[in-house]
Structure formats: C-alpha cells, structure tokens
Antibody
C-alpha cells in the first residue's frame, strides 16, 4: 500500500528557508508514471497547490511561489523535497505531499500524506 | 489566472441530496475532481475525471461537469458526510483548487 510521510522542521524563522521531505513507501518513485506533489493549507483556510515533480526532474510550479520554490527528487532514497525561501508568516500552513496523477489534462492527487504543520515565527 | 468558485457552505438534511457546485470559465472543457476533508484529516479523493469514483468511495457520491460548472452530488446524505469539499482542475500547466465548501448535515 502506497504511503507518503512528510518530515522537516515545524518552526522556521522569517526570511529563512523552509525545507521538507516526503518519503514514499510501497512504490518506487522512479518506476512509475506519476508526478509527486506538494500542497499546503493555512490554518482554517483552503488548499493551495505548491508544485509537482516527475522522477526525471520535470517540474510544474505555482506561479505565485515559483521565484522562491525548489522541488527536487532523490530516487535512491525514494524521496522528494521542497524548499521555499524567504518565508513569512503567510507561509505558515500544514504542508502535504501526495502522488499526483497527471496525464494530459487529467489530474488528481491520491493518496496524501498526513501533513505537517510548519509555523513561521521568530 | 484560472479560478474555481465554490459556495462557502451548503446545508442538507440527513437522507436528502446535497449538491455542491464548482464554477470556472469553460470548466466543462477540462477535467474536474473532488476531495473530501474532515477536521484534522488529510483530503481524500472522492471523484476524479469528472465522474469516476475511486474504489472504496460510496456510490452515493457522484460527479458531473458541463459548461462552466462541475457538480458534486451526494445522494442520501449521511451525518458522516459532514466535511469540507474541494474541487480541483488543471489549467495552463497549473493545479487550481476551489475555495472549498463546508457541508453541514442537520
């Protein structure tokens, strides 16, 4: 059964870089035809897509975050990662990783990790 | 940028049919999917490719998409269906989520 687990610091200082890793178990990132995505949800608010990556390194990103965003994949560890630079309080959110089914314009996320709360505060 | 609009809230009585809409420009020309999120839990896909249900999702959940509106329909709504529901689509190489609808079963 495919499972995803986010990990990383729960507290990041303003202006610093937020770094998270998603570990995939139950399937190989590099042997499948799926993308792998990051989504976040500020407390009490809706879902916001951050970006998605294919094992080859091809990425799609939210235009509003692209200038601060780096998404990478480490197939040897079956992990993919997120780095978001110059964070502010507005980046405080629960961050989810998920498998991204993306074929032409058909796409959905399934399954999702349990999510990890990242708070930006000094 | 592309936007998807959902009503903030919808109320339904137990056993009745709930409809949640998701509106976007020519959304019917794209594929829509729907997620259910209960408090403190991660979202779960309940409808993909407009109307397909993943295994394990009850038949009372159905979806349609035409014109500018995708609709999630819950037939015979149960108390356990009370949750937030989000629509999602793909436009210009970006993922777009609707703002979410809180379904109250009362």
């Amino acid at each position: 059964q495919l499972q995803l687990q986010e990990s990383g610091p729960g507290l990041v200082k303003p202006s610093e870089t937020l770094s998270l890793t998603c570990t995939v178990s139950g399937a190989s990132i590099s042997s499948s035809s799926y993308y792998w995505g990051w989504i976040r949800q500020p407390p009490g608010k809706g879902l916001e897509w951050i970006g998605s990556i294919f094992y080859s390194g091809t990425t799609y990103s939210n235009p509003s975050l692209k200038s601060r965003l780096t998404i990478s994949v480490d197939s040897s560890k079956n992990q993919f990662s997120l780095k978001l630079s110059s964070v502010t309080a507005a980046d405080t959110a629960v961050y989810y990783c998920a498998r991204h089914h993306l074929v032409r314009d058909m796409n959905w996320f399934d399954p999702w990790g349990q999510g990890t709360l990242v708070t930006v505060s000094s | 940028s592309y936007e998807l609009a959902q009503p903030p809230s919808v109320s339904v009585s137990p056993g009745q049919t709930a409809s949640i809409t998701c509106s976007g420009h020519k959304l019917g020309n794209k594929y829509a999917c729907w997620y259910q999120q209960k408090p403190g839990q991660s979202p779960v896909i309940i409808i993909y490719q407009d109307s397909k249900r993943p295994s394990g999702i009850p038949e009372r959940f159905s979806g349609s998409n035409s014109g500018n509106t995708a609709t999630l329909t819950i037939s015979g709504t149960q108390a356990l269906d009370e949750a937030d529901y989000y629509c999602q689509a793909w436009d210009s190489s970006t993922v777009v989520f609707g703002g979410g609808t809180k379904l109250t079963v009362l």
